[in-house]
C-alpha cells in the first residue's frame, strides 16, 4: 500500500506533458462514496481520496476520448461505530466536449463515462475487530462518471486541469 501511494506522490511531481491531441497528466481529489446495502444497518457516506494519471486524445477541437488509472479509497461509516474502507484501482473511460478553441485561455469542458474498479485491498473495522475487505465485498464495482471541469493555459504546452 505505501509503495502504491508513493508511486502516485512521484507522477503527482511530473508536470503535463500537452500537445494539440494528447494530455497526460496526474489527477487527484476527493470523493465521497456509500453502500446501498448498509442503509439497512445505518450506513453513512465516507469521504476519501483519488490520486492517479490521466490520458485525454482529443478527436477535434471540441470533441475528446479520455482514460485514467486511478488509486481510490472508497467505503462507507456503519451504526455502531463500524467503518468500511475499499481500495480500488479505478480506470474511468470517458468521452469529452471542449467548449472553445484550442488557442484559449480557458476551456470548460463537459465529460461522461464508465467508471469499472478492481478491489485491491482495504479493511473492515467494527470495535476491537478488523477484517479484511476482499473477504466481504466483490472485486469488482462499476460507476458513472458525470461531470465538468476547466482547462486553463499556463504556458505553452502546459494546462492546469480542474
Given at each position: ?22 494530455t497526460i497528466g496526474p489527477t487527484i481529489g476527493l470523493n ?11 450506513g453513512k457516506s465516507k469521504i476519501g481520496f483519488n490520486a ?111
Amino acid at each position: 500500500m505505501q509503495k502504491i501511494l508513493i508511486g502516485f506522490v512521484c507522477m503527482l511531481c511530473v508536470l503535463q506533458a500537452t500537445s494539440q491531441h494528447i494530455t497526460i497528466g496526474p489527477t487527484i481529489g476527493l470523493n465521497n462514496s456509500w453502500i446501498s446495502e448498509s442503509k439497512n444497518i445505518g450506513g453513512k457516506s465516507k469521504i476519501g481520496f483519488n490520486a492517479g494519471i490521466s490520458f485525454i486524445y482529443s478527436i477535434k477541437e471540441n470533441y475528446g476520448l479520455g482514460v485514467d488509472a486511478i488509486y481510490s479509497v472508497e467505503g462507507n461509516k456503519f451504526d455502531p461505530d463500524g467503518t468500511r474502507s475499499l481500495n480500488y484501482l479505478r480506470i474511468p473511460i470517458k468521452a469529452y466536449y471542449f467548449f472553445g478553441e484550442w488557442g484559449d485561455k480557458f476551456r470548460p469542458k463537459l465529460f461522461l463515462g464508465l467508471s469499472p474498479a478492481f478491489l485491491i485491498g482495504g479493511n473492515i473495522k467494527q470495535g476491537n475487530q478488523e477484517f479484511k475487505s476482499k473477504d466481504f465485498n466483490k472485486g469488482f464495482d462499476l460507476g458513472l462518471n458525470v461531470g465538468t471541469g476547466l482547462n486553463v493555459r499556463i504556458m505553452e504546452a502546459t494546462w492546469f486541469k480542474i
